[in-house]
């Protein structure tokens, strides 16, 4: 709710007489007395969780769950595993796979695994052409994401709740870029979906009424459209200069 709502929209919540932040602190301690916190990590498997069987540790509190998976994380020996954090309902069951609010990461292997199960899982040259596919379309999305996304994320300096913001899912939860050159290294890397969050975010302050599509005025719409967004941006600030 905060990612769609952000800062500008904190006044809403005045209502309640609490600011934005202390909403979300609320939340997050009736959250802690509702659920519990596990680790699981189960090898690579192309059929998905149904063809994983999954290891599980907990409950732990919020340090020790994020000690244990940054060390499954970091493993380099082994099959490639997929690491599951989650916050289940404390409701006494004892969950065989991952449930509740579930964050997933990978070890470093486990694209190298995936690449080698792919390749023996295509036998046939429409398995292959349907694999090619995919692999083309995300170098396109990610060719998108180097062009358009990284220059925007970078043309200014991220305020502490974009940060935040940016940091509350997906692979590298928790670590925070002690520079811009590490905000740099760390954005550059490959497609990642929250800092194109971040990107739209900037795209919508900086355009205000100025959109390809008047209709793209709210964050959720400029998200599902973010390159042509993103484009409209850098148009925008090249007839500025």
């Known amino acids: 709710m905060c990612r769609i709502l952000g800062q500008r929209d904190g006044a809403d919540l005045a209502y309640l007489g609490l600011t934005l932040r202390e909403y979300v602190d609320r939340l997050h301690a009736i959250q802690a ?70 964050t997933s990461f990978h070890t470093s292997v486990a694209l190298d695994r995936v690449r080698e199960l792919r390749d023996a899982a295509a036998t046939d040259e429409e398995s292959a052409q349907r694999m090619r596919q995919v692999q083309e379309a995300y170098e ?21 709740e974009q940060v935040r913001a940016a940091r509350a899912w997906g692979p590298g939860v928790g670590k925070v870029p002690s520079s811009p050159q590490a905000l740099r290294a760390e954005v550059s890397c490959g497609y990642q979906p929250r800092w194109v969050d971040v990107a739209v975010r900037i795209a919508l302050e900086d355009l205000g009424e100025n959109l390809p599509n008047p209709g793209w005025n709210s964050f959720a719409r400029a998200r599902w459209h973010w390159q042509a967004v993103c484009e409209h941006w850098h148009s925008h600030h090249r007839a500025e200069k």
């Not at 340090?63 to 006494?92: F, H, M, N, W």
């Open 140 to 160: 396109v999305r990610k060719e998108a994401y180097l062009r358009l996304v990284v220059p925007i994320v970078l043309s200014r300096t991220l305020s502490t």
């Open 33 to 102: 007395q509702l659920t519990q916190r596990f680790v699981y990590w189960a090898p690579i498997a192309l059929g998905g969780d149904r063809e994983r069987s999954w290891s599980k540790q907990g409950p732990f509190g919020e340090a020790k769950q994020r000690r244990v998976g940054r060390r499954l994380v970091s493993r380099t020996q082994g099959p490639g595993l997929i690491i599951s954090l989650t916050q289940e309902p404390d409701d006494g069951v004892d969950s065989p796979t991952p449930r509740g609010l579930v």
